[in-house]
């Protein structure tokens, strides 16, 4: 077992920490105890254990995760996730045993996940979705802390409404919670208008607008009004094993929710160090962080996009950032909790209504690439955004996997096609549009040009030509792209095209066929339809299969034909 870690470390690339790390991990481990504790708060859990979600999950993860910037600990969406599992079960949300069981599971399923390789799962979810899925957990980051950047609830079935229902209720802001928050926006934008000042914008906003509003004794809510931070680090705490069977699908669902989150991360935070993300890698890091945080009294964690905004606008540049901000907090939790515990919740109100803020911005160009790319596309973001601010974020995840399903089956319907290839003087070859008849005694070379998916296949025998007097015609068909397993409805449409071909007395010919196509063609007969040299196996040279199969057409359709050699291809 150290041995499996020692390997995972060096395969971190954990480099050295950069002054602007230090700072962003203490601006982070700082967020992390109102953030942690509101969000646990929210969803009926004792708040302590989202603070020390921020601890062991935040180390863990960010020493193991192949996306080097990403913070991983509790989110809202898993908060919530996670008190409907339990609550569904009939389990007690504030059981030490219970959480521990249920973040346990959920590191397990992660892990499971990231072994078995299904990140690439998540590579069939469209830009569009994705795109739409960011923005929308940006705007619910939004809306988590309207109440605490004013002191207004918002009132609403779901995050539009409540944004509306907010700014109409303007007069009803109160006036301290409002002002601290707009202080803290406005010493942000001065200190970020710094060069020098940048990376530690957030961290002087927060501590600046935090003692202005102490000395003059401003009366609004604080991080004590949440509960109290206990002076210690977390304990260990074993699982209760007896509610594993209530609670094997619920851990499947909070796990999808946060994989569905980190998701939406690597692409909006590359990494600096030019390295490449890896999906799985980010699953199993995940997983080790809550098998680990599981132990130690931590709520399920995950990719959160709001903190690892917080590191990356305070100048996070390696994965040091986010292991200070776990360490950072345990030392305030441990040594200076009560100062901790004055820190105003509207001060973290305007400077997550600046992370959020940011966060959609970054996303305009994207925002703007998808609307121009298809009406289509612009719809199934839209339809994202909406379902992740309107439904569970379970149901928003399911609907964007199936959106990105039909946006595959449709545009594979609409880029499949014939290619019709002609041969020129010197052998260059031209492409053109496929001929609508197969003259008698000629060699067509059309490329077929899709995935074989069944929604394409009505397009494709369109645009073939027709049969109809073809006698001693060969159609060579360079089938490159067809895939080792192609839809049983391509077989059937090649076979059906053969049959009708040779009824007239024509042929056709495969060219450049994978050899475990080969193999199913053997099996399922189609091969013996084709007759001898009816299937020209794919080479390393991109025409070398196709001159064979020219050969062997011409050499054919001379031997129909009474009046000499068919004309070139």
Request: a neutral charge; charged letters at 15%; glycine letters at 12%.
């Amino acid at each position: 077992m150290p041995g499996r870690w020692t390997a995972l470390l060096r395969g971190a690339r954990l480099g050295r920490p950069t002054p602007s790390d230090v700072s962003s991990g203490a601006v982070t481990g700082l967020f992390s105890i109102p953030e942690g504790m509101a969000y646990a708060a929210i969803a009926g859990f004792n708040p302590v254990a989202g603070l020390y979600a921020g601890v062991v999950p935040a180390i863990v993860g960010s020493l193991t995760s192949r996306t080097v910037l990403m913070v991983t600990t509790l989110t809202s969406a898993i908060a919530l996730t996670s008190q409907s599992v339990l609550s569904d079960a009939g389990l007690d949300p504030k059981d030490a045993g219970n959480i521990a069981l249920l973040t346990v599971m959920v590191g397990a399923v992660m892990l499971l996940m990231g072994v078995l390789r299904l990140g690439a799962v998540m590579s069939f979810v469209s830009n569009a979705v994705m795109t739409g899925f960011s923005t929308g957990i940006a705007l619910q980051i939004i809306t988590g802390v309207l109440k605490d950047a004013t002191g207004y609830e918002p009132q609403g079935h779901n995050r539009l409404v409540q944004l509306g229902d907010w700014l109409w209720h303007i007069a009803d802001w109160q006036l301290a919670a409002t002002l601290t928050a707009l202080a803290t926006v406005a010493l942000w934008a001065l200190a970020h208008a710094v060069r020098r000042l940048e990376p530690v914008a957030l961290l002087i906003a927060m501590v600046a607008v935090s003692v202005g509003a102490g000395l003059l004794g401003t009366d609004i809510e604080t991080v004590k009004d949440i509960a109290s931070i206990p002076g210690a680090l977390p304990s260990f705490t074993a699982p209760d094993l007896s509610a594993v069977p209530d609670l094997a699908w619920g851990a499947v669902s909070v796990a999808l929710v946060g994989l569905a989150q980190a998701a939406g991360i690597a692409p909006s935070m590359p990494n600096p160090d030019g390295s490449r993300s890896d999906i799985n890698g980010d699953f199993r890091s995940q997983g080790y962080a809550n098998l680990a945080g599981g132990l130690f009294q931590a709520l399920p964690s995950g990719g959160s996009m709001s903190r690892t905004g917080v590191a990356v606008s305070a100048g996070a540049r390696t994965r040091w950032a986010g292991v200070v901000s776990g360490i950072f907090l345990a030392l305030v939790v441990l040594l200076c909790g009560s100062l901790a515990e004055r820190i105003p919740m509207p001060v973290i109100g305007g400077l997550i209504l600046v992370v959020g803020g940011e966060l959609i911005w970054g996303k305009r160009h994207d925002i703007l690439l998808v609307l121009r790319t298809s009406w289509m596309s612009a719809g199934a973001m839209v339809l994202t955004f909406l379902a992740t601010t309107q439904l569970p974020l379970q149901q928003a995840i399911v609907l964007g996997a199936v959106l990105s399903l039909l946006l595959y089956c449709a545009q594979s319907a609409r880029q499949a096609g014939l290619i019709a290839l002609v041969r020129k003087d010197g052998g260059r070859w031209e492409t053109g549009e496929p001929p609508p008849t197969l003259d008698p005694g000629t060699v067509t070379v059309l490329y077929y040009a899709g995935s074989s998916f069944f929604a394409e296949l009505p397009r494709i025998e369109s645009r073939l030509p027709a049969t109809d007097g073809a006698r001693g015609a060969v159609l060579i068909l360079v089938v490159r792209t067809i895939p080792d397993v192609p839809s049983s409805a391509m077989l059937k449409l090649l076979d059906r095209y053969a049959k009708g071909l040779a009824d007239q007395g024509g042929r056709l010919i495969l060219c450049g066929v994978d050899p475990s196509l080969v193999r199913l063609l053997e099996r399922t007969g189609i091969a013996g339809r084709l007759g001898e040299n009816g299937i020209v196996p794919a080479a390393p040279e991109l025409f070398g299969p196709l001159a064979t199969a020219l050969e062997d057409a011409r050499r054919w359709a001379a031997a129909r034909s009474p009046d000499g050699p068919p004309p070139s291809a």
